[in-house]
């Protein structure tokens, strides 16, 4: 069984940075793909960034530039740093792991990140 468990959302004003982490738990041999998926209240669930142990990185068009993924060397933590922040980057983050970027096997439980002056 695989857990995860994200920290680092919050409340910050337009142009600042945040950085989000996930630590996994559990079966970790298991774990391919890392990364972090956001909902904002109506709207679809939209990928944000992701990467594979074998190092592959995906990162949404609307963040490139912005977002940036790391995991560390154990591939146990994955990390996003965000900046240049935007109210529209406003959602709850969550982080998901899985054998693949489409092939997702468990889900953390999100954390708020609100972007507003």
């Known amino acids: 069984q695989i857990q995860l468990a994200e920290s680092g959302g919050g409340l910050v004003q337009p142009g600042g940075s945040l950085s989000l982490s996930c630590t996994v738990s559990?079966?970790?041999?298991?774990?391919?793909?890392l990364g972090w998926y956001r909902q904002a209240p109506g709207m679809q669930r939209e990928l944000v960034a992701a990467k594979t142990s074998g190092g592959r990185i995906l990162v949404a068009n609307s963040v490139k530039g912005r977002f940036a993924i790391s995991r560390d060397g154990a591939w146990n933590t994955v990390h996003l740093q965000m900046t240049n922040l935007k109210p529209e980057d406003t959602a709850v983050y969550l982080c998901?792991?899985?054998?693949?970027?489409?092939?997702?096997?468990?889900w953390g439980q999100g954390t708020q990140v609100t972007v507003s002056s």
């Open positions: 559990g079966t970790l041999a298991s774990i391919y793909a």
């Open positions: 998901f792991g899985g054998d693949e970027i489409d092939d997702i096997l468990a």
